[in-house]
């Protein structure tokens, strides 16, 4: 619906539809909101940039997560007590008063950044701690195993001990930290545009809430102006959690070993009762 948005509505998302707060019917899907606008295009058009801004919120924070963690983790030391004052600052505040201060002070552009970046710089700032930890953590573990030692005397490059010796082992919290930064994003953007700090011009997921509220959608009844988006809002993060409980197992050497050791299990038992005389 996303990437086919263009083709599967009649109206624009900021078209005006037909008379403010009807009910879902044949010609609308989804009704009109407050202000006669069609609920089902905004839905479909919204789902673009709410998908976009989730899934780059979740890249740019793993990535920021991945190299200040790795570099902790890594070279310990000086280095490690820098990076860990910057991740435990950004942990210690709570994260919503966090966003909104971040989100409130650039709300007038940054730089070269467009409007649309705003919310998106804002949670990858806000973000990033949490993987830079988690990953760290997993250095510090990994860079006393065997391997890495053996590059080490080999005269490998720290770089090259760091992306290609030890990284691809944690591909596992790479993955994980990747879809869970993602659900964070959708869930925080969606937060900060219903409390008007988005860039409500634009059509997302988050301003169909806003609009709602400011429209009076739940005093007049008018469910169907904030029930879709936030339904498809928890969905969405419902399948990336599961998603991430997938990839974990998939990717994680202790919990495969443990799914194996299961199902070797089951087949001993199994075989083991075939062979048994069966009573007459």
């Known amino acids: 619906g996303a990437i086919l948005g263009p083709h599967l509505t009649d109206y624009g998302p900021k078209d005006f539809a037909?008379?403010?707060?009807?009910?879902p019917a044949g010609d609308h899907y989804l009704g009109t909101d407050g202000q006669g606008r069609d609920v089902f295009s905004q839905m479909v058009w919204g789902a673009r940039e709410t998908l976009r801004n989730g899934f780059l919120v979740g890249l740019i924070t793993t990535v920021i997560g991945a190299v200040i963690g790795l570099t902790a983790?890594?070279?310990?030391?000086?280095?490690?007590?820098?990076?860990?004052?910057?991740?435990n600052v950004f942990l210690i505040i709570p994260s919503l008063p966090l966003?909104?201060?971040?989100?409130?002070?650039?709300?007038?552009?940054?730089?070269?950044?467009?409007?649309?970046?705003?919310?998106?710089?804002?949670?990858?700032?806000?973000g990033g701690a949490w993987p830079a930890r988690v990953m760290r953590s997993q250095m510090l573990s990994l860079r006393e195993?065997?391997?890495v030692s053996a590059a080490v005397v080999s005269g490998e490059s720290k770089t090259r001990i760091i992306f290609s010796e030890i990284f691809p082992n944690m591909l596992n919290i790479v993955v994980t930290s990747f879809l869970?930064?993602?659900?964070?994003?959708?869930?925080?953007?969606?937060?900060?545009?219903?409390?008007?700090?988005?860039?409500?011009?634009?059509?997302?997921?988050?301003?169909?809430?806003?609009?709602?509220?400011?429209?009076?959608?739940?005093?007049?009844?008018?469910?169907?102006?904030f029930v879709p988006a936030g339904l498809a809002i928890a969905l969405v993060a419902f399948s990336l959690v599961l998603m991430n409980y997938a990839m974990d197992e998939m990717t994680n050497p202790r919990l495969r070993a443990q799914r194996d050791a299961k199902q070797a299990l089951k087949h001993a038992s199994v075989v083991k009762g075939a062979g048994r005389a069966t009573p007459v």
Do not use: C
């Open 73 to 87: 983790g890594y070279f310990r030391g000086l280095v490690d007590e820098l990076l860990s004052l910057v991740m």
């Open 180 to 225: 869970g930064s993602t659900v964070y994003a959708i869930g925080a953007e969606a937060g900060l545009e219903f409390l008007g700090l988005g860039n409500i011009s634009h059509t997302t997921w988050g301003t169909i809430l806003y609009w709602a509220q400011n429209n009076s959608g739940l005093l007049l009844g008018a469910w169907w102006t």
């Open 99 to 126: 966003l909104v201060v971040l989100a409130a002070f650039l709300a007038d552009g940054f730089w070269i950044l467009p409007d649309s970046m705003i919310v998106v710089m804002v949670l990858s700032i806000a």
């Open 145 to 147: 195993k065997d391997f």
């Open 18 to 23: 037909g008379r403010p707060n009807v009910k």
